[in-house]
């Protein structure tokens, strides 16, 4: 299978760069659209089925649990397979998995078993991918396109996230669950065949050799190419801080906005898709910004803005401005997601990109591997503290306490004169 893709990719694909980040960005799109309704309806399904909220908070658990433990391993895959045919087979394997998931639901039925099965396999699939075209991108573009095709990338992110679902909830009532998952598994096996067309050795710098080693001296040794890169330690440190950070404050906006303030969970559904909006503009807005150094400055911009929103999202509670009125609200959490979604646009995206450029070839599979585990791993400590700072203390204090510690890394950061010259 390997020797097959290799034969269909090999070098009678000289793609332009506009070539490649068109084909990229198509099959990314038709992945993740694909993706983005399926989960929608496995989780009315499931919902609706079972009437467990446990049921549903187990599938999320069972997909990530093995992002967690397998993005270590899954860097070091990227780091010494050949990255195109790692990036064809997985998206083949996933949508292989899901038509055979497709014809055994048409057999037996569709079960909770079933739908456990195939998020644990999709998931440990995806990180392989996920983790692997990541590290491929600044070979698939010249670096003065690695702006556009990072920045259009997150735009497909931010899009899919507020159609994908609507169209989900559109036509789920008019279709059988099995149905959205042999659409969902012919969109993998479309974006694997796009995936053929992709020149992934158009930017391909000079990498250093080295010995086929086992998989527990890998990561050792990519973990002392990152003590000793201070700058992607930087980063790396940095992001997943702010992750913590962002999934403590996360945990507020429901208490505060539905339990607090009152406001129906379709209001904060609207409110919700308003930071996917964000993004998306926010993306678009960031890909006119020309290629070359001095982004530093919106990357603080971005930093003071959000310490700023996020603090403002707990002053309602305080009713110092009277009871305002629902619809007041409404306009004021919209514009306030929808500021954040966007600042965070210009905080992830050019930290991204210098993390790519900053980090050799050989090492980029496992430095994105670690920054998936940790920032994973981070996750749920930061929401459990926000679980208990909403349930014991004060919710404006938890989005205080966030704020006041974004503005303290903004703070750090712009000391930093490595960090500076950088970007």
């Known amino acids: 299978m390997n020797t097959f893709v290799e034969s269909m990719t090999k070098s009678r694909y000289r793609n332009s760069a506009n070539t490649n980040m068109f084909v990229f960005l ?15 309806a496995i989780g009315l399904y499931v919902l609706r089925t079972t009437g467990s909220g446990m049921g549903f908070a187990l599938t999320m658990i069972v997909g990530t649990i093995p992002a967690i433990i397998i993005s270590p391993f899954a860097g070091v895959v990227a780091d010494r397979v050949n990255r195109r045919v790692v990036v064809v087979l997985t998206d083949l394997l996933c949508g292989t998995v899901l038509v055979g998931m497709y014809l055994v639901a048409l057999g037996r039925g569709f079960s909770m078993n079933l739908i456990l099965v195939q998020v644990f396999l999709l998931s440990i699939l995806n990180t392989f991918f996920n983790t692997t075209m990541e590290a491929s991108v600044p070979n698939i573009v010249d670096p003065s396109r690695l702006t556009k095709i990072n920045s259009y990338s997150s735009s497909i992110n931010s899009l899919s996230a507020i159609v994908g679902p609507a169209i989900g909830g559109l036509v789920y009532g008019m279709f059988q669950i099995e149905l959205f998952i042999l659409v969902a598994g012919l969109c993998f096996i479309l974006s694997a065949v796009s995936e053929l067309f992709i020149n992934f050795n158009f930017n391909q710098t000079p990498v250093a050799k080295r010995s086929k080693e086992n998989i527990i001296s890998d990561m050792k ?34 208490y505060i906005i539905n339990i607090e303030l009152g406001l129906s969970s379709d209001q904060y559904g609207f409110i919700q898709s308003a930071s996917a909006l964000g993004s998306l503009v926010f993306s678009l807005l960031y890909a006119l910004i020309p290629e070359n150094k001095g982004k530093f400055k919106y990357l603080m911009a971005a930093l003071v803005a959000m310490s700023a929103l996020m603090i403002l999202t707990g002053v309602p509670t305080l009713g110092t401005f009277g009871t305002p009125s629902p619809m007041t609200l409404l306009v004021y959490f919209t514009a306030n997601n929808f500021a954040l979604g966007g600042a965070l646009m210009f905080l992830n995206l050019p930290s991204f990109i210098l993390l790519q450029k900053e980090t050799a070839d050989e090492y980029r599979g496992r430095v994105n591997g670690f920054l998936w585990t940790m920032s994973l791993s981070i996750q749920p400590l930061g929401m459990a503290l926000g679980g208990f ?35």
């Open 26 to 40: 198509l099959g990314k799109l038709v992945s993740l659209f694909g993706t983005r309704i399926m989960n929608f």
């Open 221 to 254: 040794s990519a973990l002392h190419y990152v003590r000793g890169k201070r700058i992607v330690l930087t980063i790396l440190l940095f992001a997943v801080f702010i992750n913590f950070v962002f999934s403590t404050y996360i945990v507020s906006l429901p």
């Open 389 to 423: 700072f909403v349930d014991h203390i004060s919710s404006f204090l938890l989005v205080l306490g966030c704020g006041t510690l974004l503005l303290t890394i903004s703070l750090l950061m712009a000391k930093d004169q490595q960090l500076r010259e950088a970007f």
